[in-house]
């Protein structure tokens, strides 16, 4: 038997509420991914009251879980994995490029990574058996990546994982409102990437190509800093090159 309905009121800001506002209507099902919030006020007979609200972070699509149940029927998969999709691709100057990483991730490198048996899996659309991931032992608290931690902890335990996209299902999402909420999740990742790859599990993945997957992908913090140190010292070798250019040509014409 059904308890009893509770009723929450549900915030949604900036570009996310105008999608909302063009998507559903009232009485429409949908989920909603985000966090409680509890706040007391005194109304002005003196009577105290409370209400919880849920801060809307993403809209999951009402017919997510009949997918996803189908592709594990499908496909007989430990693992499905969903797809993310970032919608406020005008908001700001590096939102484009946060939104076609995240198009390319999900819509095709992950059918790579689940093609080769190892899969960093992503987002909060990961769909895991309950057994399987009860004789996992579940996600690590410690660590800042715990979805690729647990989709690598998977794949050297020989996991089969598929790889659930369609572009009406996708569970929408907006990239960090400012340039420094941007960063600082950013630097999260890479920390929690780095994480996993000092644990070393990848290490228990059966052959020598998984391994070298796993390897250039844990360490792309690595090489994400080593590129972003080669742009400025391109354009400063380029600076001094032209400088010694400048230098040269007017001693050899003395000469």
Known sequence: KDGESSYFRVNVWRDQAEHVSRSLHKGARCVVV??????SWETPEGQRRSAVEVDAEDEVHPQLLRHVDARFAETGADVVQG??????????????????????W???????HAAQRFIPLGGNTVFVRTDLLRRAGGWDPDCLAEDCELGVRLSSAGARVAVAYDPELVT???????????????????????????????????????????????????LQAF???????????LVLANHAAQLVVPFGLFA
């Open 172 to 222: 929408r999402e907006e990239t960090p409102a400012t340039l420094g909420a941007f960063l600082k999740q950013r630097t999260r990742w890479n920390q929690g990437f780095l994480q996993v790859l000092r644990k070393g599990e990848w290490r228990r993945l059966p052959t020598a190509r998984q391994r070298l997957l796993a390897r250039y992908t844990l360490a792309m913090p690595f």
């Open 227 to 237: 590129i972003g140190l080669l742009i400025p010292l391109s354009f400063a070798t």
């Open 106 to 112: 999900f819509r095709s490198r992950l059918h790579f």
């Open 83 to 104: 797809g993310v999709q970032l919608m406020n691709y005008h908001s700001n100057w590096y939102s484009v490029r946060n939104v076609l990483e995240y198009y390319f």
């Open 34 to 39: 985000g966090r409680l919030r509890s706040h």
